[in-house]
């Protein structure tokens, strides 16, 4: 049965007090550091970590998340924290010699690693467009430009298309260490998280490379990485041959609703065959063997076909797993999608969302028992819950409104 307006709006409005008063609220409160930055690490109760080191990654979500909420909210703080997270990537990760932005710092501001990862270079993108339409600035959607042209001058590969993804601080190739992963190979998960950087950037510049940069990667997911057993090859080679075969279920998901924004950015419908296609096979496949069809939630990974093998769970994949079903469920109006979406959404509330401290725990055992209690760390930040219910908010409305 399809749900009714009200049960949608209240799911909205749930979301909604969630992401102020839980989420952005424990970042106001307890990640604000006395040096005009943020801190790198706070535990369960906010009580951070003064000698951690700052991650380009952490302070480039910190910058997308409350540019994001502030457009939204238009909330004075959330202007704020935005402006700090900004002067931060700014003055003490850009690299004003080589150009790029580091990779890690310490807690006083000195390189730890000067690596140019597209990785971390992707959401310096996402992140300076989106402070670039809160804040209607030529300036920064032009540092946002700027920044992809850089990375794309270096990094895309115009001969078999897509990026080589490892650089060194003066932009060299760098052939050994690479945090994502085996720096030769092509991963699914830094040409993902370019998609989604690109697509925000040509919603907010309409740049002609911009586009044609997004069609590739369009084209790469439905035609390289996106296997149609539903799984998506999280390494290939450099000639796009895959490398593994298993199933990391949030970045399946997290492909399927990303893929479908990229398409709709591109001026074709929301219901394109190939990327519908694409988007319901990796939701059915993460749900035939990836979820936990008792309590709800997404394991974290498995083989191709087979039921998971890693039954514990983070953070990440469930904010991305609440879009994807909702996305599907919007898309083909199968009602099975949406009771999926609140089974999911029960679940993270009652385990994930901390009701006494705020923010969610990153990670459960196959129990479901908390397993770290770190709140915020180099790698977990606002970004995946805050535009989880950022999302989830305008999608209700839509559906609301039909």
Known sequence: MKPSRARLLGWRDRFATHLRRDILRFWLDHDLDDAGGFYGALDREGTPKPESRQSLVLIARILWTFSAAARRYRGARYRAAAHRAYRVLMTRFHDRRYGGWYWTLDARGRILDGHKYLYGLSYVVYGLAEYGLMTRSRKVLGLALSAFRQLDAVGHDRVRGGYLEAFRRNWTREL???????ATQRSANTHLHLLEAYTLLLRATCDPLVRDRLAELRALFLTRFANHAGYTHEFMTADWRPVTFESSYGHDVELGWLLQEATI???????DPPTVRVAVEQIDHALKYGYDRAHGGFYERGPALGQATKRSMNWWSQAEGLIGLLAVYATTGDPAYFRRFEQTARFVFA??????????????????RVTRTMKVTPWKCPYHNGRACLEIMRRMEALAAR
């Open 351 to 368: 385990r994930f969302a901390d009701p006494e401290y705020g923010e969610w725990y990153g990670y459960l055992d196959a129990a479901g």
């Open 265 to 271: 950015a591109l001026g074709e419908p929301a219901d």
């Open 176 to 182: 050994g260490h690479y945090p994502i992963g085996p």
